[in-house]
């Protein structure tokens, strides 16, 4: 969070129009660092107001496409557009760092706080950063934040007496400052208790009615219950970009459910395209992809978003799906 103070200035940009149309245009992004990663490659997307969830496992890419759009990070190649793309109106991402900055909200996976300050005292200070110079709006933004993240009973405690929880709450409180047109949040529910989660979610539920929100997880839980579009990341490629009803519903018919043993599992991995596996109460189910069951004893079942996640991660549907027979 501390990369705010370091390159906010106290002055606003042009932003975008309220009334113009709004989205984020990502494409053709790369990324390759030193040691021969390629972290991103030739992403492309279009992000429209709402909520947005970006999926992949750990070390897919996700952050680092994260903080490229925040200005934190340079792409090798590829460009980034925010607001009325068909306008000379619209942010360049890459071009134009401070204009994006005045009307960005970033909660990173991880961030600092300054300890001996109380969460009133930094927050009015970020506000003033972000461009809010009147003291009476000053504090009207904070109480109404803090409230927001339930933390306005504690706002004068030190940030350094925060439990992790509360610390993830203030930094969404500093994120929000502003009203942002883009919020980036990479990882957000971590260290949330089942209360927290549903109250930050419903935050990033209502912002999204009015801003682009990319949700950046590996929780399919989050993308299943407040993204109206998502996309699946891996080895910084693209796998897939659908509505999460759309995405299951095109994986309807072509998921089986069995109950196994260890032995029939390691032959079943050989034999079928097995997705998943889990434990539930000691005893072994498997979720395996096909057009019809792959044997005798499974059944047909009615697939979720995290079946859609494991399908395209296994190469069964998105760009690594191989042509199905008969398609056109």
Same mark, same amino acid.
């Given at each position: 969070?501390?990369?705010?103070?370091?390159?906010?200035?106290?002055?606003?940009? *042009?932003?975008?129009?309220?009334?113009?149309?709004?989205? &984020?245009?990502?494409?053709?992004?790369?990324?390759?660092? %030193?040691?021969?990663?390629?972290?991103?490659?030739?992403?492309?997307?279009?992000?429209?107001?709402?909520?947005?969830?970006? =999926?992949?496992?750990?070390? $897919?890419?996700?952050? *680092?496409?994260?903080?490229i759009l925040a200005t934190l990070q340079d792409a090798d190649a590829g460009t980034a557009r925010l607001g009325d793309v068909d306008s000379d109106a619209a942010i360049d991402i890459g071009r134009e760092p401070e204009r994006v900055r005045q009307t960005l909200g970033y909660l990173p996976q991880e961030f600092? =706080?300054?300890?001996?300050?109380? $969460?009133?005292?930094?927050?009015?200070?970020?506000?003033? &950063?972000?461009?809010? *110079?009147?003291?009476?709006?000053?504090?009207?933004?904070?109480?109404?934040? &803090?409230?927001?993240?339930? =933390?306005?009973?504690?706002?004068?405690?030190?940030?350094?007496?925060?439990?992790? @929880?509360?610390?993830?709450?203030?930094?969404?409180?500093? $994120?929000?400052?502003?009203?942002?047109?883009?919020?980036?949040?990479?990882?957000? /529910?971590?260290?949330?208790?089942?209360?927290?989660?549903?109250?930050?979610?419903?935050?990033? @539920?209502?912002?999204?009615?009015?801003?682009?929100?990319?949700?950046?997880?590996?929780?399919?839980?989050?993308?299943?219950?407040?993204?109206?579009?998502?996309?699946?990341?891996?080895?910084?490629?693209?796998?897939? #970009?659908?509505?999460?009803?759309?995405?299951?519903?095109?994986?309807?018919?072509?998921?089986?459910?069995?109950?196994?043993?260890?032995?029939?599992? $390691?032959?079943? #991995?050989?034999?079928?395209?097995?997705?998943? /596996?889990?434990?539930? @109460?000691?005893?072994?189910?498997?979720?395996?992809?096909?057009?019809?069951?792959?044997?005798?004893?499974?059944?047909?079942?009615? %697939?979720?978003?995290?079946?859609?996640?494991?399908a395209a991660m296994a190469g069964h549907v998105g760009a690594r799906a191989a042509p199905r027979a008969g398609a056109a």
């Amino acid at each position: 969070m501390l990369f705010v103070a370091k390159h906010f200035k106290s002055h606003r940009p *042009t932003l975008p129009s309220l009334d113009a149309p709004m989205e &984020l245009q990502i494409r053709g992004i790369s990324k390759r660092y %030193p040691n021969g990663v390629h972290a991103l490659q030739d992403v492309s997307l279009t992000i429209p107001v709402g909520m947005y969830g970006l =999926l992949g496992p750990n070390g $897919a890419g996700k952050s *680092t496409l994260m903080r490229i759009l925040a200005t934190l990070q340079d792409a090798d190649a590829g460009t980034a557009r925010l607001g009325d793309v068909d306008s000379d109106a619209a942010i360049d991402i890459g071009r134009e760092p401070e204009r994006v900055r005045q009307t960005l909200g970033y909660l990173p996976q991880e961030f600092g =706080l300054y300890p001996h300050v109380s $969460a009133e005292e930094l927050l009015d200070h970020f506000a003033l &950063l972000k461009g809010i *110079t009147g003291r009476g709006a000053r504090r009207e933004v904070v109480e109404a934040l &803090l409230r927001q993240v339930n =933390l306005w009973e504690v706002r004068r405690q030190k940030l350094g007496g925060y439990s992790g @929880g509360m610390k993830q709450r203030f930094g969404v409180a500093v $994120a929000l400052v502003g009203s942002p047109k883009l919020m980036i949040v990479d990882e957000p /529910t971590a260290g949330l208790d089942p209360a927290e989660r549903v109250r930050f979610l419903n935050l990033l @539920g209502e912002l999204g009615e009015h801003s682009v929100v990319i949700l950046s997880t590996h929780i399919v839980e989050d993308v299943t219950e407040l993204c109206t579009r998502f996309a699946i990341i891996d080895r910084g490629r693209i796998l897939l #970009e659908s509505e999460p009803a759309r995405a299951v519903a095109d994986l309807r018919g072509r998921i089986w459910r069995r109950v196994v043993s260890k032995p029939e599992l $390691a032959t079943l #991995e050989r034999e079928a395209a097995v997705i998943s /596996t889990r434990l539930l @109460g000691g005893r072994t189910v498997v979720h395996v992809h096909g057009d019809g069951p792959p044997g005798a004893g499974f059944e047909p079942l009615e %697939p979720d978003l995290e079946d859609v996640y494991f399908a395209a991660m296994a190469g069964h549907v998105g760009a690594r799906a191989a042509p199905r027979a008969g398609a056109a």
